[in-house]
């Protein structure tokens, strides 16, 4: 017997596996195989590969949309679960964007946390009293450089120049050194 291929289509997977198996048996010669064989022998072939489908063939990316959830599916792991479950498969340049998209909203939610902290303590002590000794400056004074340097993502700076006068906020720096704070502040604003 002789079986020629006139016609190439796309296929179900599954069907390709299927019709190969039927070719390779029909190729076969023995004289003992029935057609009842034949059929057994290609729909155990058939179930086998149906088995195999639901594993994951390569390292696969799965995404799902209403959560934002990614998951990585190792070669050989069940996806059939997955695919039930909602998810649909990325490619490799889609999973990474996601991940870096994920890790940018990640740092600035911590620039933004960072910020509000440094303007929290800003405005915590603008509820001190305004206080002036013989130099001149107030509280006020130095408050309004400090958040100068703040608003501009500064905090660190600031906290570091609080430090350096033993206090761990504005409002505990003693009036005497409001000169010196001042100057410290403006400096690293850049008035200086």
Do not use: C, W
Request: glycine fraction near 4%.
């Amino acid at each position: 017997m002789k079986i020629e291929v006139t016609h190439v289509i796309k296929a179900d997977p599954q069907l390709i596996s299927l019709f190969s198996a039927v070719l390779s048996v029909l190729s076969t010669p023995t004289e003992n195989l029935s057609i009842t064989d034949a059929v057994n022998l290609t729909s155990n072939i058939a179930s086998t590969e149906k088995e195999d489908s639901t594993k994951a063939t390569k390292r696969t990316y799965l995404f799902h949309a209403e959560s934002g959830a990614v998951i990585v599916v190792n070669k050989g792991e069940e996806l059939a679960s997955h695919f039930e479950q909602g998810l649909d498969e990325i490619t490799k340049a889609e999973y990474d964007r996601i991940q870096a998209e994920k890790q940018a909203r990640i740092e600035k939610a911590k620039q933004e946390a960072e910020s509000k902290s440094g303007v929290d303590e800003v405005q915590e002590d603008a509820e001190q009293t305004s206080e002036t000794e013989d130099h001149g400056i107030t509280i006020e004074m130095v408050r309004a450089e400090a958040t100068k340097l703040t608003s501009n993502g500064r905090q660190a700076d600031f906290k570091a120049i609080l430090t350096s006068f033993d206090a761990p906020k504005l409002s505990d720096v003693p009036n005497e050194k409001y000169p010196d704070l001042l100057a410290a502040i403006k400096e690293a604003v850049g008035e200086a």
